[in-house]
């Protein structure tokens, strides 16, 4: 069945330091894959996209993501941690199922240290 | 401003009591989905719309029901409420092509005593 697999239900990393967050997925053929950003109170807010190409992929608030075909994986990086980047990362799959389901990973909580 | 509105954002209600979550987006997307959220258990999906009416099932779709009568609008309809489905509720939209991905709406956290 097809799932997609964040590892890590929270992490804590200091300001200033590097972050990956990792994304693994399980489906046959390569899917369209998101990462999603919700911060607290809020809806969920698309960082970055992949769906062919470069699979180091540039998204918004200084995020990137790079495609790994072999490990099925679709890991996100920051280099630099903001303290305003503390909130909830979603890792998403679209599958083609006639209509493009989107399979949700369960989240990882981004906590960040002074 | 391209924008998914749910109303309401908060909602308490009793058991049995009939309630709509209203969802609208102005961004002419074709599909709209309506999601539960759960500690510990991400994102499920109650409904989908591929267009106007046309609905279809998602992972947990018991005890709910959706229409399609608009293309912009996709309310959610919880007919007998029960306390399991206690939640936070997200409305989202996007191109019948799914690249683009999903926006979101701000969400609705329902609770039912």
């Known amino acids: 069945a097809q799932s997609v697999t964040q590892p890590d239900i929270h992490i804590t990393v200091s300001e200033g330091a590097s972050l990956e967050l990792r994304c693994n997925y399980s489906?046959?053929?390569?899917?369209?894959l998101f990462w999603y950003v919700q911060s607290p109170g809020q809806g969920l807010q698309l960082l970055l996209k992949y769906f062919s190409g470069d699979t180091l992929v540039q998204g918004i608030k200084g995020f990137e993501a790079e495609f790994k075909r072999s490990q099925s994986s679709f890991n996100l990086r920051k280099p630099s941690v903001h303290w305003s980047d503390a909130a909830e990362y979603f890792c998403a799959v679209a599958i083609n199922t006639g209509g493009f389901k989107t399979i949700f990973g369960a989240g990882t909580r981004l906590f960040v240290k002074a | 401003e391209a924008q998914v509105t749910q109303n309401p954002r908060y909602l308490i209600t009793v058991t049995g009591k009939k309630l709509t979550v209203t969802c609208s987006q102005n961004?002419?997307?074709?599909?709209m989905s309506w999601y539960r959220q759960d500690p510990g258990l991400g994102l499920r999906q109650i409904y989908y719309s591929m267009n106007v009416e046309v609905t279809d099932k998602g992972d947990v779709p018991e005890g709910y029901k959706v229409s399609r009568k608009e293309k912009r609008n996709f309310p959610l309809i919880l007919e007998s409420p029960s306390p399991n489905q206690t939640s936070l509720y997200f409305c989202?939209?996007?191109?019948?092509?799914?690249?683009?991905?999903?926006?979101f709406g701000s969400g609705t956290r329902l609770t039912v005593v």
């Open positions: 489906y046959g053929a390569t899917p369209y």
């Open positions: 961004m002419n997307h074709e599909y």
């Open positions: 989202a939209s996007r191109f019948i092509g799914a690249e683009g991905g999903y926006t």
